[in-house]
Each structure stands twice: as structure tokens, then as C-alpha cells.
């Protein structure tokens, strides 16, 4: 079969034997670059292709979402056209994914949001004293333990250790204490587990989780509900995973749950122990050596040929490792890992000096160098700006790294960037944010008046100023007392300048109003839309397009920040904003998987976490000071109970053996050439070491080399050398030759209006719910529980339904109380008629699929993806599929023109043909405000027009085709209107 040849093509022995493996656990352990990624890719083709498994019967979990999209794009490239989807998925992806479905069943809102980082602490700390805490809540300084706290409890998850476990023994550690320190230890456990257990149900009440829970809670609907284990484990018979060094105790317990050893374990786990960098506590080791333990039978395949690096780079990582023994499966086991590098067309040169070494005496001078030489092999031809990476260890690191870039004028995309809140957009908002929250700091104000949006001059204002602190007033109670500064005989005041202030004081009383009574994303969103910022980053010829293109996507970025923080607070309150502000800035972008992904061709920015299994032709790893990397850091000092979970003995070993793996995986992120630096100087009263692993890598002797000095006038020549290359692209959501997945949204959004799409979906703002979308979802929600119970046969009552809309009810986007209120009790009356209409239905109509997920493809590279809401089936076969609509549709004819319009019910034709090979044979709107059901049956034409407008979307997509589209009716409903250059509304 020609398929299975391009398939099995190129690969080695030991790849083609753990490729064509055929039933059964398997386990492969491979240094970096060994192609451990590439065989479970082609696996997953090969099994398609010899028809030992459907696409959709294999899961494969991997670490990251960019490490999902990657091995997606890969698998997309071998598997023939027209085939259903492999699910490509992150654990925590799976795992939100069950959740979803199963919510109810673990008595949680199918919406609970995760909770992570400064929003995470935000939450703690508010809850602070609801929790049973005594040492770890210092009366002077109550939050002083918070993050630790978070940590602890992070890590209890990551061991499958539930609150309950945790008291249990606890309590029972308690009992047994016998010595002082027994003791002393002994009330600290049970504290923390108390704490644990406190929060984990307020942290459920409140409706939110934490990313343990994402897997905790999985675990727990698993072991509780056999019916659902059994139903997941038949869905997915396959299973493949990448990284499995990183898997932690929960994770192992679910593959061990949905592969049961001995049975149903057709598994594939690819690993590198030495790659292993999750794995905060317990050895880098266990969990290969569990696999072997748990999976006897299991097949183990070595790979040894390196086919990404030059001998050079995989000398010195080997190197380098070797000084993590014993605790290696190398050493241990007695395995040969040293790499051999082979030759490919795509590297076809692996011999010579592939590392370069180089100190600087400063960072500026580094971070110079390092930009030349990019320039450089750009301006030459030799690369192009993707093909670089440069890795930091730490958020903080990358921050001066973008600034350099962005500086020289070459594009660079980055994972994770403390660099988002030095960006002046975003400056803006954070002024902003401040003086509603503290007018009365001067300084605040002083920036918020002077700012780009009131101009204040600021002569005038230190007149302001100096006159506050005579009276020994602040500023704000200066200028909002009029009738004393209007009268104010002493003070020239510009008459200009002074209704400026006027005006932004008043701004600013408003919109605290509105932050009171909608959320700080709201006054925000406010505030950007009548000062004019958004619209006119959006409006077209603007000097730099790509530029602000970015602006309005960090935008974006920080929007949704705040919305976390509402809805966190919940209460209306906006006090405790800048000390969510001061977190967030701190510790940098979380997730880091927020990435602004809008240049195409641009250097990698990253740090060496989200570099993991990864390659770039040419990669720096900068910053390679002692005490940076590795860093100085070191944990809680919070410790699990010995019976629960790995101690660790020796905790500064411990450490720099990971900060080695860390390294070891930065190092083999290189194809051709790796670029290892550090400066001494990075402003401070210090000048910095190099780190011991330079000279592990190297071989070097005790003294340091020369340090390199770039004179100024040097730097400055190497800029101007950098004249003429081209800025940064703009926004570009797919390249030629790569997948592009949409869904209903943005193909029908793009249709409406390109800029609409590319708002929305490319540089994803959106704007504060609107009342009617938080009603359409609660009312979708409602009926979807129905519906699922319908499915599976259970009786739902017309109290369950009302259950099911009261509990998933949200108070977004409501004008006033009353609004809400009416809305509320509207929404109950109408999910009642939908009881009466389904109960009275002749004959009962019993849904065969609700909410199932699709997939199908529109063209080779292009596929289409979603849910249907409802699918059935009736005596006679005939298959409708139905779409829930809470839009006002009250008449017959209005309802017949939708769905001759609905994008959506063509998506689902297609779909159901793509899975069943016909069309079905309805395809239905319910608008559940009317209770009209309005169907179509579609028909060849049908299909064709409505197949070649989706094509168009795809294509100007590509083409990166965004102008406007403005059209009275369409603008005057576009939630985008206000800040619409473009609108014809206004
Ligand atoms: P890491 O440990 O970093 O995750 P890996 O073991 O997963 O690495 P891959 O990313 O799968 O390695 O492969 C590294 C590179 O080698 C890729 O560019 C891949 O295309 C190439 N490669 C793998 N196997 C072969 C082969 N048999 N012939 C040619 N190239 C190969
Ligand atoms: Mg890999």
C-alpha cells in the first residue's frame, strides 16, 4: 500500500519496530531528537492506515497546547483526506473536556473556570479567613503564606492526594506523635490539611477550579462512575503519550485507569528521563521505572540516532548529563544513550563546531551581539527569522531579550512575556486602573491627567500640585473642590488645562460608577472605547499597521485578566485591583500558553519550559549567569506527609540535578548552531559568575574567558546595519501550506464582515458579555442537561430542568436588577413551554447525540469543527439535527428565512455527512423564545451554495483579507460598533 510506505519511509529499525507495534503497552526511552515524537505521530497514521484503528479511536496526550497543535499538524500531513480527527490533546484539555460533560455528575457548574496564578492568590487571599489556618496565617502579616499555600495544595493534586486522604492522615499522624518535634510537625500537617480541604470546597462553591482540579476531578468521576469509565475506555481503545517523564502521579493513575495493565492496554508511552522538569518532587526517574512496573509486558524500545543536532551539540550535552549520575536510567540500567547524529537532507552537514561560547562584559552588550548576528544571517539570506530561538530561563529574562528585538525592528513571538505590561497600551490601562481605584495617590493621578488620552499640560499640573500641598490636600481633593480653585485668586490656571481636568475627573467618577455596578472590565472596556484608543489603533492606514495590530491583541490579552479579577471579586468591589495589578506584573505572563502569535516569520522568544520538544536551526540560550541558571531558588520548605508523597532529602542536589535536565533540554532545542552567553554586568551593584553548567558543557578551565566588549559606537553601528529590514508582518492566521481549523463563529463572523473576524477571532477582543449572551447560555445549558438525560434514558423533571437554569444562571451583561430579574423569570417560563412541548411530542422524540463534538474537512489543509446541539432519530431512521436559537423569532416566515440563512445547520449537513457518509435528512432551528421549529431538508444545491461561501471564508482567511464590510443593520448590532472605524452605525 503506497500509504503505508511514506508512512514507514526514512525510519530506522528500532523507530519502524515501535511504529508497527501492533497490540499492547509500549514503551520507548530515547535521548532528545531521537524521533520519539515523529514515531508516535507516524504510529498514529500507520494504525489508520492498516485500519487497526479508527481516528477518533486514539488519543494522544501531550504536554503543551503548541506541542498539540505541532504533533496535529504533523499527523494531518500523513493521514489521507477525509478522514475524522485524531484527538491531539493536552491532559489538562482532556481532562476540561470530561469535566465539561460530566459536571453534574460531580456536582460542580459545567462552567467552573480555572483558576491559576495572581487570579488564583487573588482568591485565597479573599478567602483567607474563612480558612481554619493558625501558623499559617500570621495575625501582622496573614498573606504572607498565600503562595505557599497555593503551591502545597498544587502539589497534594499533582499526587492524587485528596483532602480527605490528606486528613485522614493527618489525623492520624496526630494521634501517633510521640516526641516534640513528632508533635510540632504532626499539628503543622493537620493544619495544612484542614486548609486543604476548606479550600478546595470554597473553591468549588464559588464555582471556580485549580488546574490540579482539572485532573483531580476527572480521576474522581473515573473510580466513582463505572459507567462513564467504561464508556471512555471504549472511545478511546488507543492511547499514546509524549513526554511521559513529565507525567505526574494523577496522570499516571489515569492512563493506568482508561489502560488497565494486562487488559485494555494498548498504550504507547515515548520518554526521556533526563528531559524530566515537571517533576518537582520525587525522582526524575520513578515514573519510567512505575511504567515498567506496572506494565510487565510492556515492549521497550532504544533509539540512539540523533537526526536533529550536529555531533558537536549532542557531544556536550552528553557531556553535561553525565553529572546527573547515578540518579540516571542511563547509569542505571546500563543503557547506551550517547546520541549518534545521522545525516538527513534537512541537516545534511552534522560534523564541525556547532557551539559557540561567548561572556560579555554587560547584557546590552549580549543582547547586541546576539541581534547583529540575527540580523545578519537574514540580511544575507542564509536564514530567515524563524529559524531562531532564543531560550531564557525565566519570564524576567525575556523581558530585556523583546525589548531588544522590538527595537531593531525584527519581529519575535514569545512564550510568556513579562514584557506585556511595559508596553505603553497596556501603561495606559494600568493608569487608568490605578486612579479609579486611588485618586488620591498624586502620583497616580498626576500620570492619569498627563496621560495620552487628557493631555493635561504638565506645567499646569505642578501648579496643581504645588498648591494641593500647601493646603496639605491631595490632588484630587484640590481639583474636585471647584468653587475652591475656580475662585482661586493665587493660581493662573490655563482655562484649557483646567476643564481637562474637569473633564477626566468627571471620566473618572462615571466609570467608577460602572465599576461598582458591572466589574472593572467593563469601566475599562469604557474607557477605551469613548477615549478613541481602540479605534483608532483599528483604523486602517495607520502608520505602523502591524504595530497596532499588536497593541489591540495585548489589549485583548489584559482585558481578559481583568475579567478573572471580576469575576473573582464578584462583589462589585474594585479596591483590591492594584494589588491584583502588582501581582500579575510580578510574576509575569501565566499561562504562558496566552501567546500572541501574530507574526508568521519571527524569532522564537521562549523560555526553556515552553521550548521542550522543540528545534530550531539556530538557538542562544542567553543568560547563563550562576544563580540564573540555575537559579537560586528554592522551594516552600512545605513537605507532604511521609506516607503520602516523595520527600526529598537533599533539597539543593535535588534542585540543580532539574536546573541540569533543564539546561540539558535548552541545549538539544539546537540543530545547527548553539549559542551559549552571559554578561556580567546586568546593572546591579554584582558582577555575575558564569554558571557551572557552561563549564560542564565545555570542559573549561577555572578561569573565565575575557569578557566581550561592544563599544558604544560598535553597538550603535550594528543598529544602523539593521535599517531596512522589514518590520513586523501583519496578522497572518495560517501560512501557506499549514492546517487551518475554524468553527462556526469566526467562518460566520468573517462572512458577516472580515474586520469582525479579525477583531474578534485574530486579535481575540472581546467585549463584556451582553446580557443576551449570558441568557443564551444559560437557557443552551439547561436544555443540554435535558437533553443528555433524555439521551441516556434518565427521567429529568421539569424541576430538574428548572435546577439545571437556576444554578447555571449568571448575572452578566444585565442593564439593572430589574432587567435581570425579568430575564430570569422570562427564561423560567420559557424553559417550561419547552418541557410541555418535548413531553407532549408524539411520538417522544429521544435525542441520539447531544452536544457531539464534529470535525470534517472542507479541503485537504482546511477543516471545520464544533458541536451539534442535538441530534435525533426517528421510528421510521430519519436523522434531524437541531440547533437551539434564543434569538426573538416570532412568526413562521421570519423563522423560515433563519434557516434558510443558518450558516450553522449547513456546518452540521456537512458534518453529519463527513461521519455517516449522507446528508441527514432534516436539519432543524428551535427558538426556544417562540417555541417555533423550523426545518429544512437539505439538498445537493443547498449544500454546494453553502459549502462555497464557508470555502470563501477560508480563503480570504488565508489570503488575509480583513477590510470592513459596513452595512447599517449588521454595524448597528455589532457588538463592535463603538470601536469600529469602519461602522456605518455611527
Ligand atoms: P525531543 O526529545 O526533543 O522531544 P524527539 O525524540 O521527540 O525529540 P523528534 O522531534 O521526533 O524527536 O525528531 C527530531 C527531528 O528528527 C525532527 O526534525 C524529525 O523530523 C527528525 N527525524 C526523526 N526521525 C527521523 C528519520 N528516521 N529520518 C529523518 N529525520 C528524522
Ligand atoms: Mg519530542
Given at each position: 500500500?503506497?500509504?503505508?510506505?511514506?508512512?514507514?519511509?526514512?525510519?530506522?529499525?528500532?523507530?519502524?519496530?515501535?511504529?508497527?507495534?501492533?497490540?499492547?503497552?509500549?514503551?520507548?526511552?530515547?535521548?532528545?531528537?531521537?524521533?520519539?515524537?515523529?514515531?508516535?505521530?507516524?504510529?498514529?497514521?500507520?494504525?489508520?492506515?492498516?485500519?487497526?484503528?479508527?481516528?477518533?479511536?486514539?488519543?494522544?496526550?501531550?504536554?503543551?497546547?503548541?506541542?498539540?497543535?505541532?504533533?496535529?499538524?504533523?499527523?494531518?500531513?500523513?493521514?489521507?483526506?477525509?478522514?475524522?480527527?485524531?484527538?491531539?490533546?493536552?491532559?489538562?484539555?482532556?481532562?476540561?473536556?470530561?469535566?465539561?460533560?460530566?459536571?453534574?455528575?460531580?456536582?460542580?457548574?459545567?462552567?467552573?473556570?480555572?483558576?491559576?496564578?495572581?487570579?488564583?492568590?487573588?482568591?485565597?487571599?479573599?478567602?483567607?479567613?474563612?480558612?481554619?489556618?493558625?501558623?499559617?496565617?500570621?495575625?501582622?502579616?496573614?498573606?504572607?503564606?498565600?503562595?505557599?499555600?497555593?503551591?502545597?495544595?498544587?502539589?497534594?493534586?499533582?499526587?492524587?492526594?485528596?483532602?480527605?486522604?490528606?486528613?485522614?492522615?493527618?489525623?492520624?499522624?496526630?494521634?501517633?506523635?510521640?516526641?516534640?518535634?513528632?508533635?510540632?510537625?504532626?499539628?503543622?500537617?493537620?493544619?495544612?490539611?484542614?486548609?486543604?480541604?476548606?479550600?478546595?470546597?470554597?473553591?468549588?462553591?464559588?464555582?471556580?477550579?485549580?488546574?490540579?482540579?482539572?485532573?483531580?476531578?476527572?480521576?474522581?468521576?473515573?473510580?466513582?462512575?463505572?459507567?462513564?469509565?467504561?464508556?471512555?475506555?471504549?472511545?478511546?481503545?488507543?492511547?499514546?503519550?509524549?513526554?511521559?517523564?513529565?507525567?505526574?502521579?494523577?496522570?499516571?493513575?489515569?492512563?493506568?485507569?482508561?489502560?488497565?495493565?494486562?487488559?485494555?492496554?494498548?498504550?504507547?508511552?515515548?520518554?526521556?528521563?533526563?528531559?524530566?522538569?515537571?517533576?518537582?518532587?520525587?525522582?526524575?526517574?520513578?515514573?519510567?521505572?512505575?511504567?515498567?512496573?506496572?506494565?510487565?509486558?510492556?515492549?521497550?524500545?532504544?533509539?540512539?540516532?540523533?537526526?536533529?543536532?550536529?555531533?558537536?551539540?549532542?557531544?556536550?550535552?552528553?557531556?553535561?548529563?553525565?553529572?546527573?549520575?547515578?540518579?540516571?536510567?542511563?547509569?542505571?540500567?546500563?543503557?547506551?544513550?550517547?546520541?549518534?547524529?545521522?545525516?538527513?537532507?534537512?541537516?545534511?552537514?552534522?560534523?564541525?563546531?556547532?557551539?559557540?561560547?561567548?561572556?560579555?562584559?554587560?547584557?546590552?552588550?549580549?543582547?547586541?551581539?546576539?541581534?547583529?548576528?540575527?540580523?545578519?544571517?537574514?540580511?544575507?539570506?542564509?536564514?530567515?527569522?524563524?529559524?531562531?530561538?532564543?531560550?531564557?530561563?525565566?519570564?524576567?529574562?525575556?523581558?530585556?531579550?523583546?525589548?531588544?528585538?522590538?527595537?531593531?525592528?525584527?519581529?519575535?513571538?514569545?512564550?510568556?512575556?513579562?514584557?506585556?505590561?511595559?508596553?505603553?497600551?497596556?501603561?495606559?490601562?494600568?493608569?487608568?486602573?490605578?486612579?479609579?481605584?486611588?485618586?488620591?495617590?498624586?502620583?497616580?493621578?498626576?500620570?492619569?491627567?498627563?496621560?495620552?488620552?487628557?493631555?493635561?499640560?504638565?506645567?499646569?499640573?505642578?501648579?496643581?500640585?504645588?498648591?494641593?500641598?500647601?493646603?496639605?490636600?491631595?490632588?484630587?481633593?484640590?481639583?474636585?473642590?471647584?468653587?475652591?480653585?475656580?475662585?482661586?485668586?493665587?493660581?493662573e490656571l490655563d482655562p484649557e488645562a483646567f476643564e481637562r481636568v474637569e473633564k477626566a475627573l468627571s471620566?473618572?467618577?462615571?466609570?467608577?460608577?460602572?465599576?461598582?455596578?458591572?466589574?472593572?472590565?467593563?469601566?475599562?472596556?469604557?474607557?477605551?472605547?469613548?477615549?478613541?484608543?481602540?479605534?483608532?489603533?483599528?483604523?486602517?492606514?495607520?502608520?505602523?499597521?502591524?504595530?497596532?495590530?499588536?497593541?489591540?491583541?495585548?489589549?485583548?490579552?489584559?482585558?481578559?485578566?481583568?475579567?478573572?479579577?471580576?469575576?473573582?471579586?464578584?462583589?462589585?468591589?474594585?479596591?483590591?485591583?492594584?494589588?491584583?495589578?502588582?501581582?500579575?506584573?510580578?510574576?509575569?505572563?501565566?499561562?504562558?500558553?496566552?501567546?500572541?502569535?501574530?507574526?508568521?516569520?519571527?524569532?522564537?522568544?521562549?523560555?526553556?519550559?515552553?521550548?521542550?520538544?522543540?528545534?530550531?536551526?539556530?538557538?542562544?540560550?542567553?543568560?547563563?549567569?550562576?544563580?540564573?541558571?540555575?537559579?537560586?531558588?528554592?522551594?516552600?520548605?512545605?513537605?507532604?506527609?511521609?506516607?503520602?508523597?516523595?520527600?526529598?532529602?537533599?533539597?539543593?542536589?535535588?534542585?540543580?540535578?532539574?536546573?541540569?535536565?533543564?539546561?540539558?533540554?535548552?541545549?538539544?532545542?539546537?540543530?545547527?548552531?548553539?549559542?551559549?552567553?552571559?554578561?556580567?554586568?546586568?546593572?546591579?551593584?554584582?558582577?555575575?559568575?558564569?554558571?557551572?553548567?557552561?563549564?560542564?558543557?565545555?570542559?573549561?578551565?577555572?578561569?573565565?574567558?575575557?569578557?566581550?566588549k561592544l563599544s558604544q559606537a560598535e553597538k550603535l553601528h550594528r543598529h544602523a546595519t539593521s535599517d531596512?529590514?522589514?518590520?513586523?508582518?501583519?496578522?497572518?492566521?495560517?501560512?501557506?501550506?499549514?492546517?487551518?481549523?475554524?468553527?462556526?463563529?469566526?467562518?460566520?463572523?468573517?462572512?458577516?464582515?472580515?474586520?469582525?473576524?479579525?477583531?474578534?477571532?485574530?486579535?481575540?477582543?472581546?467585549?463584556?458579555?451582553?446580557?443576551?449572551?449570558?441568557?443564551?447560555?444559560?437557557?443552551?445549558?439547561?436544555?443540554?442537561?435535558?437533553?443528555?438525560?433524555?439521551?441516556?434514558?434518565?427521567?429529568?423533571?421539569?424541576?430538574?430542568?428548572?435546577?439545571?437554569?437556576?444554578?447555571?444562571?449568571?448575572?452578566?451583561?444585565?442593564?439593572?436588577?430589574?432587567?435581570?430579574?425579568?430575564?430570569?423569570?422570562?427564561?423560567?417560563?420559557?424553559?417550561?413551554?419547552?418541557?410541555?412541548?418535548?413531553?407532549?411530542?408524539?411520538?417522544?422524540?429521544?435525542?441520539?447525540?447531544?452536544?457531539?463534538?464534529?470535525?470534517?474537512?472542507?479541503?485537504?489543509?482546511?477543516?471545520?469543527?464544533?458541536?451539534?446541539?442535538?441530534?435525533?432519530?426517528?421510528?421510521?431512521?430519519?436523522?434531524?439535527?437541531?440547533?437551539?436559537?434564543?434569538?426573538?423569532?416570532?412568526?413562521?416566515?421570519?423563522?423560515?428565512?433563519?434557516?434558510?440563512?443558518?450558516?450553522?445547520?449547513?456546518?452540521?449537513?456537512?458534518?453529519?455527512?463527513?461521519?455517516?457518509?449522507?446528508?441527514?435528512?432534516?436539519?432543524?432551528?428551535?427558538?426556544?423564545?417562540?417555541?417555533?421549529?423550523?426545518?429544512?431538508?437539505?439538498?445537493?444545491?443547498?449544500?454546494?451554495?453553502?459549502?462555497?461561501?464557508?470555502?470563501?471564508?477560508?480563503?480570504?482567511?488565508?489570503?488575509?483579507?480583513?477590510?470592513?464590510?459596513?452595512?447599517?443593520?449588521?454595524?448597528?448590532?455589532?457588538?463592535?460598533?463603538?470601536?469600529?472605524?469602519?461602522?456605518?452605525?455611527?
Amino acid at each position: 500500500m503506497a500509504e503505508t510506505e511514506s508512512i514507514l519511509s526514512n525510519l530506522n529499525p528500532e523507530q519502524l519496530r515501535a511504529v508497527t507495534h501492533g497490540k499492547g503497552p509500549l514503551l520507548i526511552v530515547a535521548g532528545a531528537g531521537t524521533g520519539k515524537t515523529t514515531v508516535l505521530t507516524r504510529r498514529i497514521a500507520w494504525l489508520i492506515a492498516t485500519k487497526a484503528a479508527r481516528p477518533e479511536e486514539l488519543l494522544a496526550l501531550t504536554f503543551s497546547d503548541k506541542a498539540s497543535r505541532e504533533m496535529e499538524e504533523r499527523v494531518d500531513a500523513l493521514v489521507p483526506y477525509g478522514y475524522a480527527p485524531v484527538n491531539i490533546l493536552t491532559f489538562h484539555a482532556f481532562g476540561q473536556r470530561l469535566f465539561e460533560e460530566h459536571a453534574l455528575r460531580l456536582g460542580l457548574a459545567p462552567d467552573a473556570k480555572v483558576l491559576s496564578g495572581a487570579p488564583l492568590r487573588l482568591f485565597l487571599k479573599k478567602h483567607l479567613f474563612e480558612l481554619p489556618l493558625k501558623k499559617f496565617r500570621p495575625l501582622a502579616n496573614p498573606d504572607r503564606h498565600v503562595a505557599d499555600l497555593i503551591q502545597h495544595f498544587s502539589r497534594a493534586k499533582d499526587e492524587a492526594i485528596t483532602p480527605e486522604d490528606y486528613l485522614k492522615v493527618a489525623r492520624a499522624d496526630a494521634a501517633s506523635a510521640v516526641s516534640e518535634a513528632e508533635l510540632g510537625s504532626a499539628a503543622e500537617q493537620l493544619e495544612l490539611a484542614e486548609a486543604y480541604q476548606a479550600y478546595d470546597a470554597i473553591l468549588h462553591r464559588e464555582g471556580f477550579m485549580d488546574h490540579g482540579d482539572q485532573l483531580m476531578l476527572m480521576l474522581r468521576l473515573l473510580r466513582q462512575e463505572p459507567l462513564v469509565l467504561e464508556k471512555t475506555r471504549q472511545e478511546f481503545p488507543w492511547i499514546l503519550v509524549d513526554e511521559f517523564q513529565d507525567t505526574n502521579t494523577v496522570q499516571f493513575e489515569l492512563i493506568k485507569l482508561l489502560a488497565p495493565p494486562g487488559t485494555r492496554d494498548n498504550l504507547t508511552v515515548v520518554g526521556d528521563d533526563d528531559q524530566a522538569i515537571y517533576r518537582f518532587r520525587g525522582a526524575s526517574l520513578a515514573n519510567i521505572l512505575d511504567f515498567k512496573a506496572a506494565y510487565k509486558n510492556a515492549e521497550t524500545v532504544v533509539v540512539t540516532k540523533n537526526y536533529r543536532s550536529k555531533q558537536d551539540i549532542l557531544e556536550c550535552a552528553h557531556r553535561l548529563i553525565q553529572f546527573n549520575n547515578p540518579e540516571r536510567l542511563e547509569a542505571r540500567e546500563n543503557l547506551d544513550k550517547r546520541l549518534q547524529a545521522v545525516a538527513t537532507p534537512a541537516n545534511p552537514d552534522i560534523s564541525g563546531q556547532a557551539v559557540f561560547y561567548q561572556v560579555f562584559d554587560q547584557l546590552s552588550s549580549e543582547l547586541a551581539d546576539l541581534s547583529s548576528r540575527i540580523s545578519q544571517a537574514v540580511a544575507e539570506g542564509k536564514r530567515s527569522w524563524r529559524d531562531h530561538a532564543i531560550l531564557v530561563r525565566s519570564n524576567s529574562g525575556a523581558e530585556a531579550v523583546i525589548q531588544e528585538l522590538n527595537y531593531r525592528g525584527i519581529p519575535s513571538r514569545f512564550s510568556g512575556a513579562r514584557g506585556l505590561y511595559r508596553q505603553s497600551e497596556i501603561r495606559l490601562c494600568l493608569g487608568f486602573l490605578r486612579a479609579l481605584a486611588n485618586p488620591h495617590d498624586n502620583l497616580v493621578l498626576f500620570e492619569f491627567l498627563v496621560g495620552e488620552v487628557y493631555r493635561t499640560p504638565v506645567s499646569d499640573l505642578k501648579a496643581l500640585l504645588f498648591r494641593a500641598s500647601a493646603l496639605n490636600k491631595s490632588l484630587y481633593q484640590l481639583v474636585t473642590r471647584t468653587d475652591l480653585t475656580r475662585a482661586g485668586e493665587d493660581t493662573e490656571l490655563d482655562p484649557e488645562a483646567f476643564e481637562r481636568v474637569e473633564k477626566a475627573l468627571s471620566d473618572l467618577a462615571r466609570f467608577e460608577q460602572l465599576a461598582r455596578e458591572k466589574g472593572v472590565a467593563a469601566a475599562l472596556y469604557q474607557f477605551l472605547t469613548e477615549s478613541g484608543v481602540i479605534s483608532r489603533l483599528l483604523a486602517k492606514n495607520g502608520a505602523a499597521l502591524p504595530a497596532a495590530e499588536r497593541q489591540v491583541s495585548n489589549l485583548a490579552r489584559f482585558f481578559e485578566k481583568i475579567k478573572v479579577y471580576d469575576q473573582v471579586e464578584k462583589s462589585g468591589s474594585y479596591l483590591s485591583v492594584i494589588g491584583y495589578l502588582d501581582a500579575l506584573i510580578e510574576e509575569g505572563d501565566d499561562p504562558p500558553a496566552s501567546e500572541a502569535e501574530l507574526d508568521a516569520d519571527a524569532v522564537s522568544v521562549s523560555t526553556v519550559h515552553m521550548a521542550k520538544g522543540l528545534e530550531w536551526p539556530v538557538v542562544f540560550v542567553v543568560g547563563l549567569e550562576d544563580q540564573h541558571f540555575p537559579t537560586s531558588r528554592r522551594g516552600s520548605g512545605l513537605n507532604l506527609p511521609a506516607s503520602l508523597g516523595p520527600q526529598i532529602h537533599d533539597e539543593r542536589a535535588h534542585h540543580i540535578a532539574e536546573e541540569r535536565r533543564l539546561y540539558y533540554v535548552a541545549i538539544t532545542r539546537a540543530q545547527q548552531e548553539l549559542r551559549l552567553s552571559y554578561a556580567r554586568d546586568h546593572g546591579g551593584k554584582k558582577l555575575w559568575k558564569r554558571s557551572p553548567f557552561l563549564q560542564e558543557t565545555l570542559n573549561l578551565g577555572k578561569d573565565e574567558a575575557p569578557a566581550l566588549k561592544l563599544s558604544q559606537a560598535e553597538k550603535l553601528h550594528r543598529h544602523a546595519t539593521s535599517d531596512g529590514h522589514p518590520l513586523k508582518e501583519p496578522l497572518q492566521i495560517a501560512l501557506p501550506g499549514e492546517p487551518l481549523r475554524l468553527s462556526y463563529y469566526p467562518i460566520d463572523d468573517y462572512l458577516t464582515c472580515p474586520l469582525k473576524y479579525k477583531i474578534a477571532h485574530g486579535l481575540r477582543l472581546k467585549p463584556p458579555a451582553t446580557f443576551s449572551i449570558t441568557y443564551g447560555n444559560v437557557m443552551h445549558k439547561a436544555v443540554q442537561e435535558f437533553n443528555k438525560a433524555g439521551m441516556e434514558g434518565r427521567p429529568f423533571s421539569l424541576e430538574d430542568l428548572k435546577k439545571a437554569y437556576t444554578e447555571g444562571w449568571r448575572s452578566e451583561g444585565f442593564y439593572s436588577r430589574e432587567h435581570e430579574e425579568e430575564r430570569f423569570q422570562n427564561g423560567l417560563k420559557r424553559l417550561e413551554s419547552f418541557y410541555e412541548d418535548e413531553k407532549n411530542a408524539q411520538p417522544r422524540r429521544q435525542p441520539i447525540g447531544v452536544e457531539s463534538r464534529f470535525e470534517f474537512k472542507i479541503s485537504p489543509l482546511d477543516s471545520v469543527s464544533g458541536r451539534m446541539d442535538r441530534v435525533d432519530r426517528d421510528a421510521d431512521g430519519r436523522v434531524t439535527v437541531c440547533d437551539y436559537k434564543t434569538s426573538n423569532v416570532h412568526d413562521v416566515k421570519k423563522a423560515e428565512s433563519e434557516v434558510a440563512k443558518s450558516l450553522q445547520l449547513a456546518i452540521y449537513a456537512l458534518a453529519w455527512r463527513g461521519s455517516h457518509g449522507v446528508l441527514p435528512d432534516l436539519v432543524e432551528l428551535y427558538f426556544l423564545e417562540s417555541g417555533i421549529r423550523q426545518s429544512l431538508k437539505p439538498d445537493q444545491a443547498y449544500i454546494e451554495a453553502k459549502e462555497a461561501e464557508i470555502k470563501l471564508a477560508f480563503k480570504g482567511i488565508r489570503e488575509a483579507r480583513f477590510e470592513a464590510k459596513p452595512d447599517f443593520q449588521t454595524c448597528k448590532f455589532c457588538a463592535y460598533g463603538q470601536i469600529c472605524p469602519d461602522s456605518a452605525a455611527l
